[in-house]
């Protein structure tokens, strides 16, 4: 399946820091922030982010609108949406495919149990493959409207989530969802599996954060000016120091993904309600 022409503009992405820094822009249209270009192109990465890799691999004409509504019915279906995190893990989806090409290895939404439960663990389970080896890209993400409250409850996770036990079972629980038919199946098979030391793993581990925040710089300009390019960069570069100055898990290779938003909850309710649309087909 070839996957969504690249919607974001990277404004900001520097690989020699550590943490590595994105910094991700969703632009403005006629005066207007992007908000309804963001929700469609989220959703033209909602097939992926739901369907199994055999599902995926089998999608014709046949069956393309059925696997279509599953998928977006698979997101949720309650009308208690404003503190959901699906749309959070989806944009990290997209940013991660995006920008550094990565592969996902499982559907976390497809092990749903029920349509409207959550699904703990990481937020994303993606591979890159770098020339020999295969890096395990394991998600975070805090889709906020706070940066500070975002940067707060993202660590205390990283320190929970990169825990030698909570790191076994969920490798256990992730090694139990690979399809078999998937081209790396084997190799990420072999590297979660029980016998082979975390230091070994560890060397092939990174993991994405992404975080997302109501911006004063978004909110003070109607275009991609050169202002606002100058005002963007700047405010990226101060959250990345509050993200960098904490306690962070040492043992790992973290890239931190920052994506301003002009207001959180009206892109919520927009993605709920394309959401919405595309469930009733």
Known sequence: ???????????????????????????????????????????????????????????????????MREAFRKLYTSGKFKNRGEFGELMLHAAVRQVFGSLPAISKIYYKSAANNTVKGFDAVHVVPNGQDLELWLGEVKFYKDIN????????ELEDHTNKDY??????????????????????????????????VFRQVVIPVLLTYESSAVDSFTSCSDE????????????????????LPENVVIQLFLV?????????????????????L
């Not at 078999?180 to 599996?193: I, K, Y």
């Open 149 to 156: 409250g975002a940067i707060r409850d993202v660590v205390a």
């Open 228 to 247: 606002y390019k100058a005002a963007f960069e700047e405010e990226i570069a101060s959250n990345y120091e509050k993200f960098a100055g904490r306690s």
């Open 167 to 200: 790191l076994r079972d969920e490798f256990l629980l992730i090694k139990g969802k690979i399809d078999s038919n998937w081209p790396h199946a084997q190799e990420l098979g072999r590297l979660l599996d029980p016998n082979v030391s975390l230091d070994d």
């Open 1 to 67: 399946m070839q996957k969504p022409t690249d919607f974001f503009e990277v404004r900001v992405h520097d690989l020699s820091l550590a943490p590595g820094l994105t910094g991700l822009c969703v632009g403005y249209e006629l005066g207007e922030w992007r908000y309804d270009g963001l929700v469609d192109h989220l959703m033209e990465w909602m097939p992926e982010f739901c369907l199994t890799y055999e599902e995926i691999a089998n999608l014709d004409s046949g069956n393309m609108i059925s696997l």
């Open 260 to 280: 301003p938003l002009k207001n959180k909850k009206e892109l919520i309710t927009k993605l709920d309600e394309k959401l919405k649309t595309w469930q009733a």
